[in-house]
């Protein structure tokens, strides 16, 4: 089955742009997300990109896909406090993604 | 607001009790999912319905626990004699396509 790998931890400053990477092994994945978790809260799904797509922009943020690495990313420009939260990263090419074990997002001043 | 909404959002049990909890999917979605999520996990599928059709079940939805969505609509999921290690956020989702959207989740803890 799928199995999807995310760093746990990254911090950075506000203003700056955070990059969350995320690698995944299933190549018939079609369908990849990133999901944003705040504390004590449910999944928003922020995004998404196709499998036949290298790039989606959206506001500030930006996927970019490696299907030959199968590595995904997801660039946030111009940080805010208000992006610290847990960033899933999720795979599939079924209605059931894999998700991954989160990046906690941590901003400061 | 027309969200997913779940109920009840906590819930603390003994060890051995039933519990049950309910989701309310946004109006026009036909699909609907249960998943886990543990501290420092990523959400574990449980269960997929397509309107009332129970289509997929994940090997960690043992015999304990059981979900239905009668009418195609809210669902529900028991979890019968529970168990310290059934301690776990409860998230439901649904979607009308590929993209899922999640409720609150139920947060229960088996004392």
């Known amino acids: 089955g799928e199995d999807v790998e995310q760093s746990l931890f990254l911090s950075v400053r506000e203003g700056d742009s955070s990059v969350i990477n995320c690698t995944y092994t299933d190549s018939s994945s079609t369908y990849l997300y990133w999901y944003k978790q705040e504390p004590g809260a449910g999944l928003q799904l922020l995004t998404y990109?196709?499998?036949?797509?290298d790039m989606k922009q959206d506001q500030r943020l930006t996927v970019l896909l490696n299907k030959k690495d199968k590595h995904l990313s997801l660039r946030i420009a111009d940080t805010q406090t208000g992006d610290s939260a847990i960033y899933f990263c999720?795979?599939?090419?079924?209605?059931?993604?894999?998700f991954g074990r989160g990046t906690s997002l941590i901003v400061h001043p | 607001d027309t969200g997913v909404s779940q109920n009840p959002r906590h819930k603390i049990t003994k060890r051995g009790q039933n519990v049950t909890f309910r989701c309310d999917p946004i109006?026009?979605?036909?699909?609907l999912y249960w998943y886990r999520q543990t501290l420092g996990q990523g959400p574990e599928f449980l269960t997929y319905f397509q309107n009332e059709a129970q289509l997929e079940k994940s090997r960690l939805l043992s015999d304990r626990f059981s979900a239905e969505r009668p009418k195609g609509s809210f669902s529900t999921l028991e979890i019968q004699r529970t168990e310290q290690g059934d301690s776990a956020m409860y998230l439901c989702?649904?979607?009308?396509?590929?993209?899922?959207?999640f409720g609150p989740g139920t947060r229960l803890t088996v004392t």
């Open positions: 989702a649904s979607s009308l396509s590929r993209e899922q959207y």
């Open positions: 990109i196709f499998s036949n797509m």
């Open positions: 999720a795979a599939g090419g079924s209605y059931i993604p894999t």
């Open positions: 109006s026009e979605h036909n699909r």
